[in-house]
C-alpha cells in the first residue's frame, strides 16, 4: 500500500447545488424555536474566581440541550466577557470548562444530542451516531447535532455578561468538526475559531484510509450495506466540513498531525484548500489523533486570545 | 507517616470483593454482531454478572482461523463510553473491550456522571464506586482468560490504573501496559492539577469539610502503588516531562514497586510515534507482529 | 347541518400529504435480524422517512420460498408499542407492521404521551398529529406494496380507523380488516364514554373552553366515515352489540358509505372465535389457508 | 399435535430451595429505601368527582417509578377509601384509573420501570423485557419489576385519605401476573386481588404451548441461544407465578379464556392447583386473551368491592 502526498489529496466531496439552501432553512427553523435557557449554579464546581452552571435550551425537534457554563466572577474579573464555545469530541464528556473561564471567558462545554444530559430523546448509542439515519439528510444524526451546537451561540448572546462581538469556538476531533461547522453556519456571529485534528470532514475518503474508530464505523456500515454506498454520500455531501469551508469568514486555525490514524490528515489539507477565509493551519509530523497538542496548546490558547482578549489573560493572570 | 500508607485491611478489602465475585453466577450471554464483525475476525458482544449484581458489557473480538490466539484486554477509560476493539488488534489478539458499571451499553439502570464519577461513594471504602468497577474488570479478566481461544497463550492487559489492579489480583497476564494515572498517589497529584478528573477531588476537598482524610483513606485501596507489587508480569510504565505528575521522580516509587518487571517508556508526545512504541511491545511480548500506523503517515 | 360535514377542503388537505410525501425521499434502510427471524420467515428492521421529515419503523417478514406471496400491513394500533408480526401470519404472508412516530422504536425524537397523543395539536387540522401518523401508515403501506415478494399478489391491511385511510389513499388493498374505532362519528362517540383513548377528547373539550368546534373540525379530516367512499378493496367491519359504539345503527352511516364493498361481522366477544373468523376471512380474501388457533382449544 | 385438558397439564416449573430468602432480600431491600413519594396535579385529567395525580417514588437500583393516582375529590365521596392497583400488561400503558376512583377507589395506575415515564434509567426496549439478562436471577427485568409494584403497596399506605386495611390489586395479562406477585410479596397488606389470563406464569411450558408474543420473544431467544435452556429456566423459576402463588393469604379471583393462545389456559391451571389461599376461577369457552372479560367484568368488580367496599359503589353511584 502506498500513500502519497496528504497535500496532494483530491477529495471525493462534492458540493451539492442546494446545500446553503439546506441549512438557511434548517437554520430558520431553530431561529424561531424559543431558547427557553435555563443556568442551574453549581456550587461543588465553583470556585472564588469562576461561577459554574448546568445549562439547558431548546434545539430542533422540540430537543432540550444540556451544557456547562463557567463564568468569572465579577469580583475576580468584571463583565463584559468574550464567549468562548467548547465543542466536544465524539467519544469525550462535554467540557467543564471552568479553566478557561479563569482566563476571562464565559466558557460554554457545549453537549449536543446523544451526549450525555442531552440524551433522553435522542440517544442513537455509542458506536452508531456516525451511521444513524445516514441514508437521508433531513434525518441523519449530524443534521440537528450541528444546529445544536449552534444554539450555543444563541445562549451565549442571551447572557448580558457577555460582549457579543467577541465570541469564539474551540475543540478537537468531532470539536475540530463542530468548531468548523459552527463558525460557517453562524458566520454572522462567530469571531474566530481552533480546530484541531477535524473530525467529519471527507468522510468517506477518511473512511478509506483508515481502520481506526470512529471512521471504522462507517466501513463495518459499508461492509453490510455496499449497496447504499451512492446514497451514503449523497447525504454526507450535506454534513461535510469540506463543504462548510467557503461559508466560513472568521479567522480559523487548524492543527493537524501527520500520522492522525483517527482523521487522516489528506482531508484535513482538503478541508483547508476549501475555506477562503483567513486560515492558518499547523502540521505535527509523526504525531497523531493529538494534532502535536503537546506543541500547538499554547498556540491555541494564544490565537484565542489575539482574536477575543479575555481580561484574564490581558491583566497576566 | 507516609502520606499514602497502604491500609491495614488492604488485602481483606479486596479478598472481600474476589470471594463475592466467585459466590456470583457470570451469566454470560454472547450475543455475535454481524454489523461489527469483519474479514479478519468475528464480534461478540458480552454480558456477565458482577457485584451488586450488575450486569456488564463487553467487546469480544476473536480472530477467524483455528487459533489459539494471545489474549488483549483493555480496561475501561474514564468516560462515558470506550471505542470497541480496533482492526489491528483484531487480527493478532482475542481482544475484550469492558464497559465497566454506569459506562454506555452498561448504564442501565445506573448511568455514570462525568464529572462525578470519579468521588461516587468516596467517603467510604465500601460504598466507593471503584469498588465495583474494579470487580468489574476482574470479571472481565476472569471470561476473557478462560476462553479457550487463548488458552496456553499470553495475555496482555492494556489501560489506566485499572489495568494494574486488574493484573494484581488475576494473575493470567504477563505483560501490562499502564499508560495514565489517575490514582497513583493522588492526594499529592490532585492539588498540583486544575484538569479534570483530578479536578474532581479537589472540588471535593474543597466543598466537603473535613473530607480530606477520608477520601484519602478511601483512595488508598485504589492508588496502583500498593497493587504494584503483585503484579506478575512485565509492566510498560508511561513516563513524562520530569516535573509532571508522570515525571520519572514522582514515579519513581511506583518502578520501585514493581522492581525489575516494570521498564519505563518516555513518551515522546508524538501520538504516532508513541503508538507505535506501545504497539510494539505489546506485540513482542505477546509473540506477535507489530502493526506501527506511521509507517503509511502522511507527507505534508 | 349535520354534526359531522365532511370538510370542503378534505380533498386538497390529503393530496397535500401526498405530494409531501412523493418529495421526500423513503430512504429506506433494511436489517436483517436473526434473533426475530425463524424457521418459516425472514424478520427485517425497516427505518422509511416520512413527512417531518421523520424516521419511521417497521417489521417486515417475509416467508422463505420463491413467492410471490400476499401482503398484510398491520396498522399500528393507540399505544406505546406493537406487537411484531405473528407466527402465522409469517407462514403465509409478507407481513408489515408498522411503528408511527412516537411509537417505541420510533420514539426518537419524538415520543407519544398516553393519555395525551389523540389530542396533541388537535385544534388545528394542520398541527394535529395524526396528519403525520397517517402519513406514515401511507408511507409504509407504499413501501410493503412495491416489495417484488408481493408482485401481482393480493394485499390486506388490518387495523383501527388508520386501516380504513390507507386503503382508501393508497388502492393497492383488495381487503381491510376495520376492528376498531376511535376517529368514527368521535365528537358524538366520546360523550358516551368514560374510557380512554376517547376520554382524552372530553377531557379537552372540558378543559380548554370554546375548544369543541376546533377539535370537531380538526377530527373530520380523520373519520373514517369521509374516507369510506374511496376504499376500493373489500371491508369487514367488526359489529357489536347494539346500543353501543360499535352497533349497527351506530354503524349504519359507515356501512352506507362503503357500500357492497363492506361485510359486517358480528363479534361474538369470544376472542378465540372472533380471532379465527377474521382470520378466516383474510385468508379467504388473500388466497391463503386459515390458521384457527381454537382447533386446539384447551379443555376446561 | 393434540393437546390435553388443561387441568390435568403437570408444570415444569420447580421451586427453588431459597424462593423466599430470595424474595425477602429484595422487599427487606427495597423497604429499606425511602420512597420519596411525590404527587402532582393534574387539572386536564380530573373533574368534580375525582382527582387525577402523576405520582413518582424510588424503588430498587436508584429509579425512580412513575404511576397516575387518582382519587374521588372529599366533597365526593369523604376518606377514607379503600386503595386499588391497577396494574399493566406487557404492551398495555399504565391505567389512568379515572372510572375506579369515580367508584370510591384511591386508585393507582402502576408503571414499573421500562413502561412509559420509568424509563428514563432502565429501558430494554419492546419486545425486549421477558428475555432481558434472563440468564441470572439477580439481573433478570422482572427481579426490580415485581418490586417496582410492590412499592406501590407503600404509596397508598404512605397517603392519609387510605384505609391501608383495605388495598386490592387488579390487572390482566402482565397485570395478572403483578396482581399474583404483589399479592404474594405484600401479603401483609392485600386485601383481595383479581388476576385476569395471568402471564408470567410456567414460561417455558407457556413457550411450548404458543407462537403468540409475549411468549415468542422466548422462542426466538431459545432458537438462538439453545444451550442456555438450564440456565434461563433456574432464572424463571423465581419469576414464576407458580411459585408466588403459595405465598397468597388474601381471597383471588383468576379468570382464564380456554382459547387463550397468549397465555395458555394449562398454566393458568397449574397456577390455581398451586394457591393455598381462598380463589375462585372462571374459565370462559372459546374465549381468548380477553379472558372471557365480556361476561367476567361485572364479577370482577363485584368481587373487589366485596372486599374493599369502596363507598361509591355503597352509596349506588
Known amino acids: 500500500m502506498t500513500r502519497g502526498m496528504a497535500a496532494d489529496h483530491v477529495t471525493s466531496v462534492r458540493m451539492p447545488d442546494d446545500f446553503d439552501a439546506f441549512w438557511d432553512e434548517l437554520l430558520a427553523r431553530a431561529a424561531a424555536t424559543p431558547l427557553n435557557p435555563t443556568l442551574e449554579p453549581i456550587p461543588l464546581r465553583s470556585s472564588d474566581q469562576v461561577e459554574t452552571f448546568e445549562i439547558h435550551y431548546d434545539s430542533l425537534d422540540g430537543v432540550r440541550i444540556a451544557g456547562w457554563y463557567c463564568r468569572p466572577r465579577a469580583s475576580y474579573i468584571p463583565p463584559p466577557y468574550p464567549a468562548l464555545l467548547q465543542v466536544p469530541g465524539y467519544i469525550s464528556e462535554p467540557t467543564l470548562p471552568k479553566s478557561w473561564a479563569k482566563l476571562g471567558y464565559a466558557a460554554v462545554g457545549v453537549a449536543p444530542r446523544g451526549k450525555l444530559r442531552s440524551n433522553a430523546q435522542f440517544n442513537p448509542g455509542y458506536p452508531g451516531l456516525l451511521t444513524h439515519n445516514i441514508v437521508d439528510k433531513e434525518t441523519y444524526s449530524y443534521r440537528a447535532f450541528y444546529i445544536d451546537a449552534c444554539r450555543a451561540v444563541d445562549f451565549v448572546q442571551s447572557r448580558p455578561e457577555v460582549d457579543a462581538s467577541r465570541i469564539g469556538v474551540q475543540g478537537g476531533s468531532q470539536g475540530g468538526a463542530l468548531t468548523l461547522t459552527t463558525a460557517a453556519l453562524r458566520n454572522d456571529a462567530i469571531t474566530c475559531g481552533a480546530a484541531g485534528a477535524p473530525y467529519l470532514t471527507g468522510f468517506m475518503d477518511a473512511a478509506s484510509l483508515t481502520h481506526s474508530q470512529p471512521y471504522e464505523e462507517m466501513n463495518e456500515y459499508m461492509r453490510l450495506y455496499p449497496e447504499r454506498e451512492e446514497q451514503v454520500r449523497r447525504t454526507l455531501d450535506y454534513f461535510d466540513c469540506i463543504n462548510f469551508a467557503p461559508r466560513i469568514t472568521a479567522p480559523m486555525l487548524v492543527t493537524v498531525g501527520l500520522g492522525d490514524d483517527v482523521c487522516p490528515p489528506e482531508t484535513a489539507f482538503d478541508l483547508v484548500r476549501a475555506m477562503s477565509g483567513p486560515v492558518e493551519m499547523i502540521t505535527s509530523p509523526r504525531c497523531g489523533h493529538d494534532a502535536g497538542i503537546y506543541w500547538t496548546q499554547s498556540r491555541i490558547e494564544s490565537f484565542l486570545a489575539e482574536h477575543l482578549r479575555p481580561a484574564g489573560i490581558e491583566a497576566g493572570r | ?300
Not at chain 2, 29 to 55: A, K, Q
Not at chain 2, 147 to 152: M, S
Not at chain 2, 246 to 255: I, N, Q, T, V, Y
Request: charged share 20%; net charge negative; proline share 9%.
Open chain 2, 1 to 300: 507517616m507516609s502520606i499514602n500508607p497502604k491500609p491495614e485491611d488492604f488485602g481483606a478489602y479486596w479478598q472481600a470483593v474476589d470471594d463475592e465475585l466467585a459466590g456470583i453466577d457470570p451469566a454470560v450471554e454472547l450475543e455475535h454482531s454481524l454489523l461489527r464483525s469483519n474479514e479478519h475476525s468475528t464480534m461478540y458482544f458480552v454480558r456477565l454478572t458482577s457485584v451488586g449484581p450488575y450486569r456488564i458489557f463487553a467487546y469480544l473480538s476473536i480472530p477467524h482461523g483455528d487459533g489459539p490466539f494471545p489474549a488483549l484486554l483493555q480496561t475501561p477509560r474514564y468516560g462515558s463510553v470506550n471505542n470497541p476493539p480496533h482492526f489491528d488488534d483484531r487480527q493478532r489478539f482475542v481482544v475484550m473491550t469492558l464497559m465497566h458499571r454506569g459506562q454506555r451499553l452498561a448504564d442501565k439502570p445506573y448511568a455514570a456522571a462525568y464529572p462525578g464519577l470519579l468521588t461516587e461513594g468516596i467517603e467510604d471504602p465500601a460504598t466507593f464506586i471503584y469498588r465495583g468497577i474494579v470487580a468489574d474488570c476482574l470479571r472481565g479478566a476472569e471470561y476473557l482468560l478462560s476462553r479457550p481461544e487463548v488458552e496456553g497463550q499470553p495475555a496482555a492487559v492494556v489501560g489506566d490504573d485499572l489495568a494494574v489492579l486488574t493484573a494484581a489480583r488475576r494473575p493470567g497476564f504477563t505483560a501490562v501496559h499502564y499508560n495514565l494515572f489517575t490514582f497513583y498517589r493522588m492526594m499529592e497529584a490532585a492539588p498540583r492539577t486544575a484538569a479534570y478528573p483530578l479536578e474532581e477531588i479537589n472540588e471535593h476537598v474543597a466543598f466537603y469539610p473535613n473530607s480530606a482524610d477520608r477520601v484519602a483513606r478511601t483512595v488508598a485501596y485504589v492508588d496502583p502503588l500498593h497493587h504494584a507489587p503483585e503484579v506478575k508480569g512485565k509492566v510498560l510504565v508511561n513516563v513524562g516531562d520530569p516535573g509532571s505528575l508522570s515525571g520519572p521522580e514522582f514515579l519513581e516509587p511506583l518502578m520501585q514497586a514493581f522492581g525489575s518487571r516494570a521498564e519505563p517508556y518516555v513518551v515522546s508526545h508524538e501520538g504516532g510515534t508513541d503508538h507505535d512504541a506501545a504497539d510494539a511491545w505489546i506485540a513482542s511480548q505477546l509473540g506477535s507482529v507489530p502493526k506501527p500506523r506511521l509507517w503509511l503517515e502522511a507527507m505534508g
